[in-house]
């Protein structure tokens, strides 16, 4: 009977941000999304409902330090370190937090997660333990 094979590791995807939504950062650190309304519904929704055109997403301090750490480039575990460095014990629980703040983002289409790392350490991993 062949072993299945272990899960990837969430910490280990790397985030980046989706080209389609616009951010800015104020003079205190806190990150806007700026999300356009320009679909079919969200048209109907603005001259039926008073829907605005534009919605704006504020983050608070620990939501916009980890925006600012999506790169491209940095796994969730690494974000997550700087995390704790930053703000302690403020974090915990820390990796639970982290896990579902990102996959908020990513289901809301804020970010996009690049799995072939976490596919690739798991490789790895498996050919190391032969």
């Known amino acids: 009977m062949a072993k299945k ?5 969430y910490l280990d995807y790397v985030p980046s941000h989706n080209p389609d939504y616009k951010w800015e ?15 079919f519904f ?7 409902f008073k829907r605005p055109a534009v919605s704006r997403l504020d983050m608070d301090p620990l939501g916009s ?3 600012t750490r999506i ?5 969730v ?15 915990e629980p820390l990796y639970d937090r982290l896990v579902k703040f990102i996959y908020i983002l990513e289901s809301n ?8 790392i976490a596919k690739e350490n798991l490789k790895n991993h498996t050919l190391q333990k032969k």
Request: charged share 35%; proline share 0%; no cysteine.
């Open 5 to 9: 094979s272990k899960a990837e590791n």
């Open 109 to 116: 289409g804020y970010i996009k997660l690049d799995k072939t």
């Open 65 to 67: 330090y980890i925006w």
């Open 42 to 48: 969200d048209k109907v929704a603005q001259k039926f």
């Open 77 to 91: 575990y690494t974000i997550g370190k700087a995390v704790h460095t930053k703000f302690g014990k403020e974090a």
């Open 71 to 75: 790169d491209g480039k940095t796994t």
């Open 25 to 39: 950062k104020n003079d205190e650190g806190i990150v806007t999304i700026i999300q356009e309304n320009n679909k």
